[in-house]
């Protein structure tokens, strides 16, 4: 099973003095293959650029990183019409402690997975969600990079075991509407959407970036802003986007019911004619 | 280099699909092994079982880890009478997603390292300190515990580089003192002793508590208590803590000189006699 391609090589295990092991530090993407490419490569690539600035680690070389995920997709075995990749990006190793040696190397990882589209009723009818009780720490630093500390999506996840809940969102710990476990969340009012502004916790999705891009270019009113949690109940319309599914509408968040809406259709199809075809409804 | 044990197999690497890797899902512990023994192992092992219990983790086996160390320590080469072993605990392999599978079995790595006491001066001298750019996130539910996800303490440490301070000390995001990258901190004012809560972040350190037990014991006056960023300035002294150094007095913090004073001798001299022997000035 050396699926994996580390610095290039084929593998399925890395040194445990990687600093990725010892604190987490570094950062990762995942991203959708459609049709043999890595879907909307070039925001993705740009996240991980803009991390390992903000982490001080080592530019990635984007050439080589493209060459991996093909070399990578080929020995998967997976479908290259549907699949997932995903990229880490590591301090590399180091001896013990928490500062990095100034001469340390990224570690470089890629290995794509097989994968499925969800069913087609959830894009039909919608899904249900829940609220976490695991709440996001605010930390303006790492907000918005994909960064290896994920403990608190992980407890988050972990609460949605023995749901039948599609999603978990999660609040800040002062009480704002964030995003969800895996995804980011829109919510529609009087036609106009709202998402809550990444500046504190959460990760700026690149599906969130590209509804947003769709947003500007179709001249749909939207607002990136700070969410209270009972903002939530009063909206008309709630959806969810990600790298892999594209865009979710939620038909249940606790005692509310939504419709998929005017204003999520429209953006739906507009995924669709960028290429998120799994996002029609 | 075979100087890990995994799960009691001396190795050097573990899988890339260990959620150690992939979200920091897990938890360590560095502990002074002195005379061969793993100093203080009861508190060590305490919050490790601490830390599995509030991430839902398998119980961590005491007799299994307590002979991996002893094991460790053979393999390692180093100075029984002065060494350091790192255990890290994860939430073991699983399938891509933040969720951790319902049959996860733990992943247990031990490892022991030479090492060196401080200079001698930096015990009766103390050493100089700063303050860190790097803020602590306050997140109640992983506070106290020594998680994986360590990217704030790598943040914190790596503004230290071509620097001569010791340590940086660390506030959270609403500007009261919480600890040092790598250490808790004490402070004396009209001989009575200060140190941070540890609720809402921040590592709850074993020689923190022995000192509290000491301070107990001996009747002195101390509180447990949120510390503003400018209380350090007018305390009378300062000092470290932590599991591998001991207690180290701080002679410099910013514009702030500091004695190493009565308070802070009566504790060295404590642990001196509870085998903290580098602690002694």
């Known amino acids: ?25 570094g950062l990762f993407e995942t991203i959708a293959i459609r049709c043999a490419e890595p879907r909307f490569w070039p925001l993705h690539f740009e996240r ?31 479908d290259p019409e549907f699949a997932v990749a995903k990229i880490i990006i590591t301090a590399g190793q180091g001896p013990r402690g928490y500062r990095r040696p100034r ?20 894009y039909e009818n919608g899904v249900a969600v829940t609220r976490c009780q695991t709440r996001l720490a605010q930390q303006p630093q790492l907000a918005g990079i994909k960064t ?28 704002r509407l964030v995003c969800g476990t895996m995804s980011n969340v829109f919510l529609v009012k009087k036609n106009k959407v709202y998402t809550p502004a990444i500046t504190r916790c959460g990760v700026s999705g690149v599906m969130r970036r590209k509804i947003i891009e769709i947003m500007e270019a179709r001249h749909i009113e939207y607002e990136v802003i700070d969410i209270g949690r009972d903002t939530v109940s009063s909206a008309d319309e709630l959806f969810l986007s990600n790298s892999q599914f594209g865009l979710l509408p939620v038909r249940q968040y606790e005692e509310t019911r939504f419709a998929a809406g005017e204003q999520t259709l429209r953006i739906m199809r507009a995924l669709v004619e960028q290429g998120v075809t799994e996002s029609s409804a």
Chains 1, 2 share one sequence.
């Open 103 to 122: 001469d340390c190397t990224n570690t470089r990882m890629v290995r794509v997975f097989a994968s499925r589209p969800r069913p087609r009723s959830d």
């Open 48 to 78: 991980l650029q803009n991390g390992c600035a903000r982490l001080s680690l080592g530019a990635p070389d984007e050439a080589q990183l493209k060459h991996e995920l093909h070399m990578a997709l080929q020995i998967s075995g997976a």
């Open 148 to 175: 290896l500390n994920r403990l608190e999506q992980v407890l988050g996840q972990n609460e949605l075991h023995d749901t039948e809940f599609a999603e978990g969102l999660m609040l800040d710990t002062d009480d």
């Open 1 to 25: 099973m050396n699926n994996w391609l580390i610095n290039g090589e084929a593998g399925d295990a890395i040194k445990i003095d990687d600093r990725a092991v010892q604190y987490g530090d």
